[in-house]
């Protein structure tokens, strides 16, 4: 049985994932702690606050044309009283100005407290595998 913190968090990620698909970006890290820790896949690999990685995505974020690919799969959400965390797999991708595309397939977790009733992401861990060949 899924629990409604379950939900809670679901509700939360899927509003990061719009949020970040649809460019809204004064939405994207409106459910993140002002202290988020993030480690990314893109250098410098690590932000030790929202604000700091808010200041990052002019410097890597596409310009994408059209509707991007931004969705969670296979997330798994377990939430205790007042800590949670979350995983799968996100794909994200799109059209560049140049007609080229990308895609990308990565993993995500996000741990949430509960403060005052409402879920925080305070760690958002971002990775992607490679090839060691």
């Known amino acids: 049985m899924i629990s409604v913190d379950e939900i809670a968090i679901h509700k939360l990620l899927t509003e990061w994932t719009d ?34 990685y808010r200041a990052s995505w002019d410097d890597w974020q596409p310009d994408t044309q059209g509707e991007m690919t931004f969705h969670l799969e296979d997330l798994e959400i377990t939430a205790g009283d007042t800590v949670g965390y979350a995983h799968g797999v996100l794909h994200c991708g799109g ?3 140049d007609g080229k595309t990308f895609s990308d397939t990565v993993r995500a977790t996000f741990c949430l407290r509960k403060v005052n009733g409402k879920w925080t992401v305070f760690h958002q ?3 992607k595998p490679y090839d060691r060949r």
């Not at 970040?20 to 690999?45: C, K």
């Open 19 to 52: 949020a970040t698909r649809e460019g809204r970006q004064e939405d994207i890290l409106s459910n993140h702690a002002p202290e988020l820790l993030v480690f990314d896949v893109l250098p410098p690999l690590k932000y030790d606050s929202a604000e700091s």
């Open 95 to 97: 059209s560049l100005p």
């Open 125 to 127: 861990h971002i990775s």
